[in-house]
């Protein structure tokens, strides 16, 4: 096929590049059928989760398709790692604007096919169809996890540790990396690695056993860590304090912060992070991150539930610090 051709049928599309996602499990019935089989493994829950990703929301049109893919699947996956449920399959509608392109296409579902093996799951149906509004790319991820056994993000008491993995920031600080050379130019030393942040979340899967382990409630990150956190406080009858030096910065956010400590925050409560936020009763905050650090997932405690239902941010004399979405002056 010419490079430069588009496809135009449905049935080309699916069968010439998503079949092959989809060949290892029998229940996809290589995507001919109307509808694909999931036979859960006996004492197992299915978890299921969307999320579906918008260009022009939440990446940009021209971004390579193989980043594209991959951010399709992190994000969704990145939901069932923080419930410390296993991805097993997923099903993919495309919506495009119009007739797609073969090397568009061809990249693309190379990158789901990274992706899916790095996640340990597979293609099992879905819908492709032109529309007139932007790429639109909705996943549905489903996982398993033992019965019973799946975090909740509303379990969260007074007392319980506040734990993030990862760093916090960096999907911020590469978002506007991607919109400004200006910005680029300051930050020329770490840009590759908070683009890539941006473009390529890691779900933090290596923590599933901690949190089966140690952790009464847990979320991942996609919103930000103020919006994220304020929802599990809320879900919980909680609030939390948390310490903002204790905040765990990589080292481009580290530059950030040097050169303007609220710029930093700001990032921080920005979104696309794709960590995991959680609450380990105080007691096992040991194991927690010895169990985390044995996934190969670094943990940090940056705070403590409280029973005051307020979400507060303290500087280093416990003073109320605000979490600055007015400090984007760079852009
Ligand atoms: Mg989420």
Known sequence: MD???????????????????AARWPGALELRDDCAVITPAPGQDIIVKTDPIRAGIHFFTNDNPDDIAWKALATNVSDLAAKAARPFAYTLALSFPRIPKHDWLSVFAKGLEKAQSAFGCILVGGDTDIECGPLNISVTM??????????????????????????????SLGLHLRKSNNFRNMFSNYADAALERYLRPVPRLGLRSALRGYARASMDISDGLLKDLQRMCS?????????????????????????DFRQAISFIAGS????????????????????????????????????????????????????????????
Request: charged residues 25%.
């Open 3 to 21: 490079i430069d051709s588009r496809v135009s049928r449905e049935e080309d599309i699916i069968q010439i590049y998503l079949r092959p996602l």
């Open 142 to 171: 489903f996982g398993e996890i033992a019965k019973g056994q799946m975090l909740k993000r509303g379990r969260a008491k007074p007392g319980d540790s506040v734990f993030v993995s990862g760093t916090l920031g960096d999907s």
């Open 235 to 259: 879900v919980s009858g909680v609030g939390a304090s948390i310490n903002a030096r204790e905040l765990p910065l990589s080292t481009a956010m580290q530059h950030v912060a040097k050169l």
């Open 272 to 331: 696309d992070d794709y960590e995991i936020l959680c609450a380990v009763p105080p007691e096992d905050d040991k194991n927690f991150i010895a169990a985390a650090h044995a996934g190969c997932v670094a943990v940090t405690k940056i705070g403590e539930f409280s029973s005051d239902p307020v979400v507060r941010l303290l500087d280093d004399s416990g003073a109320h610090m605000n979490w600055g979405m007015d400090n984007l002056y760079f852009l």
